[in-house]
């Protein structure tokens, strides 16, 4: 498995390098298995009560419901993941989280701390312009796809609102790309999980399961009643401790901007970290409207729901948490959120950074050699732009036909004075002679442009697939992407790589469905 080194990842967060190179004194423990161990060990001997029963989580792998007796029963640690419950699942780096918290989850088990790896759904966001969007590569780079209502208007909480009419649209335009059977019934299998009016949340974990087969994850949605209840306990213990949890983001955000950096949330004084979701309707508290809005939570006229500050408090709160799989830009706020788990008891996860991945397939591979391009600069916006191939030879027989020009023309008055009725002879001669030099001088000019096509449409190929619009494929592209264009193998590739962390991006090679099986039939 090659790699690439981490600065390389176009638009990281100065805090999340800091991180990922030890350097930040945000972030106190160390992102290692070692330190998770330690802190699952921590956690089991505690042998606090049941948060929330078995029947919160959601689960399809065979031990599912066994692991999440375990979880809830207190005989076992979480390693969670998250994120928004996006079109087809998503960017590809949600379902690389989810990986991640499995092996890592597995891996805990193996040194002797019982693990399950849980995803924690954000049915309970608002963001439909964020989630109700897609992409795919498209003749001239990425194509981008949007659901109508896919706009910032929307403030009901996401999970429950149903999927649009013009799902059927996108569906078809992915459907264009699919090549073979096996294709057609990858996307048929997004397209009865996506159907129009099915709820954004249940096709999200739903086509999560789908993905992860039968790996062994649970999923944890924000919007069930148990998950709910603590989300309420949590607000109010925050409204009694406003002051406190006030001065603390007050002085983290100070001691993140006196340290270099700038904090991923900004401070404001008259805001308190959670929304209210009220007749489907999720809004941000205000800090005077704060006691109105926690008599609303405790008549139960209002449901609570964690911002992104809170958001990692609540889930150490429900989950017995020995890790939290993140982004690097989830990595960037915990900055942040991490001083508010001294404010509610809380025990803080180890942090892990989620693997960053590229994913190169043959044609990839191909026309990375063939247009000289280094595996260390396949993010590095550019890399791949190319100027017009000098062609030496047309300049050549350019300069040898203005030489000829010139001493045929010059002959002209000699050749006259021999005799006249050659002058003309010599003319033809010399249009003649110029003519077909100038017309081969351009067959190999045109010739080189065919060359330069060729290596053209291998940029943009590579471009498109690996740093659309600038962006890294794995946070532009759902897996629906990369299952048409290389089959259900790429889930192996992935599953193979996964929890190896963030000291370096993973570059990993992936077959077509068809070259595998070549390669299958050539080993014997």
Do not use: C
């Not at 087969?213 to 209840?229: F, K, T």
């Not at 010399?430 to 000019?445: D, F, H, I, N, S």
């Amino acid at each position: 498995m090659s790699s690439i080194p981490l600065e390389r990842y176009p638009g990281l967060p100065p805090l999340f390098l800091d991180f990922a190179r030890g350097r930040s004194r945000f972030h106190p423990d160390p992102p290692t298995i070692d330190a998770a161990v330690a802190r699952g060990k921590e956690l089991l001997a505690r042998r606090e009560p049941p948060r929330i029963p078995a029947s919160a989580f959601r689960f399809r792998a065979t031990g599912g419901r066994q692991a999440a007796e375990d979880l809830a029963g207190g005989r076992a640690v979480a390693v969670i993941a998250g994120h928004q419950i996006g079109l087809f699942t998503g960017p590809l780096f949600t379902v690389v989280k989810a990986f991640d918290a499995i092996a890592i989850a597995r891996e805990l088990s193996r040194r002797g701390v019982p693990a399950v790896a849980v995803f924690w759904a954000l049915t309970d966001d608002h963001d439909l312009e964020e989630i109700a969007r897609t992409a795919k590569p498209g003749p001239d780079g990425p194509q981008r796809l949007v659901l109508e209502g896919a706009d910032r208007s929307n403030r009901s909480p996401v999970g429950s609102l149903p999927i649009p009419e013009g799902v059927r649209e996108i569906v078809d335009a992915f459907r264009a790309d699919a090549r073979d059977e096996e294709a057609m019934e990858i996307v048929d299998a997004f397209a009865r999980r996506y159907a129009p009016g099915r709820p954004y949340g249940e096709a999200f974990i739903e086509s999560l399961f789908d993905l992860t087969a039968d790996e062994p994850l649970l999923v944890v949605d924000p919007q069930d009643p148990d998950v709910s209840e603590a989300a309420r306990r949590f607000f109010l213990l925050g409204v009694e401790r406003n002051d406190q949890v006030r001065e603390t983001l007050r002085r983290i955000a100070e001691e993140i901007e006196r340290s270099g950096r700038e904090p991923s949330v900004a401070f404001r004084p008259d805001l308190f970290p959670f929304f209210t979701i009220e007749g489907g309707v999720r809004r941000r508290v205000n800090a005077e409207d704060l006691d109105a809005a926690a008599k609303r939570v405790e008549r139960g006229e209002a449901r609570a729901s964690a911002d992104v500050l809170t958001r990692p408090v609540l889930k150490s709160l429900v989950l017995p948490a020995a890790v939290s799989l993140l982004g690097p830009s989830e990595i960037a706020y915990h900055a942040q959120a991490l001083s508010l788990f001294r404010v509610f008891g809380a025990p803080a996860p180890v942090l892990v950074a989620r693997t960053l991945v590229v994913l190169r397939g043959p044609a990839e591979r191909r026309a990375q050699r063939s247009l000289g391009i280094a595996e260390e600069d396949l993010l590095t916006p550019g890399a791949a732009k190319g100027r017009a191939t000098p062609v030496p030879q047309a300049d050549r027989l350019q300069e040898i036909a203005r030489r000829l020009e010139s001493e045929l023309s010059s002959l002209g008055p000699d050749v006259e004075e021999l005799d006249p009725t050659l002058a003309g002879a010599l003319e033809t001669a010399r249009r003649k002679a110029t003519y077909q030099l100038e017309q081969l001088g351009e067959r190999m000019r045109k010739a080189a442009e065919r060359r330069d096509e060729v290596a053209w449409n291998r940029r943009k190929r590579l471009e498109t697939m690996a740093l659309p619009g600038g962006d890294p494929a794995e946070r532009v592209y759902p897996p629906l992407v990369f299952l048409l264009a290389w089959g259900r193998g790429v889930l192996d590739v992935i599953r193979a790589a996964a929890g190896r962390g963030s000291g370096e991006i993973a570059l990993l090679d992936v077959e077509t469905a068809a070259g595998a099986e070549a390669k299958r039939i050539h080993a014997g």
